[in-house]
């Protein structure tokens, strides 16, 4: 069972920056994707990032302002760059990975973290 933590979620003002990690943990089979999540009160869960074999996708509202990386060290290890956040960032955000063992992905969550943007 692969385990996923995540730390450097808190509280910023509107415009700052914060850097989310996720580390993965009891990986047996490579991981295929990794990716962050956020839900907001009242809200559902939505993509915000995702990254496979170096590819990255974006949610439209966080395009030029989030960035998703890979550790090039750890590949298990995954990052979100915040800059410019918003009020409207605010949420819990989730890391995930998924791996592919067929016929079936199998999808990790990890436990959240909180982040907050204060006006």
């Known amino acids: 069972q692969v385990q996923l933590v995540e730390s450097g979620g808190g509280l910023v003002q509107t415009g700052g920056s914060l850097r989310l990690s996720c580390a993965a943990s009891?990986?047996?089979?490579?991981?295929?994707?990794m990716g962050w999540y956020r839900q907001a009160p009242g809200k559902q869960r939505e993509l915000v990032a995702s990254?496979?074999?170096?590819?990255?996708?974006y949610a439209d509202s966080v395009k030029g302002r989030f960035t998703i990386s890979r550790d090039n060290a750890d590949k298990n290890t995954v990052y979100l760059q915040m800059n410019s956040l918003k009020p409207e960032d605010t949420a819990v955000y989730y890391c995930?990975?998924?791996?592919?063992?067929?016929?079936?992905?199998?999808?990790?969550w990890g436990q959240g973290t909180q982040v907050t943007v204060s006006s």
């Open positions: 995930t990975a998924r791996i592919v063992v067929p016929p079936a992905p199998y999808d990790f």
């Open positions: 990254i496979t074999s170096g590819t990255t996708n």
């Open positions: 009891r990986v047996i089979f490579s991981i295929n994707t």
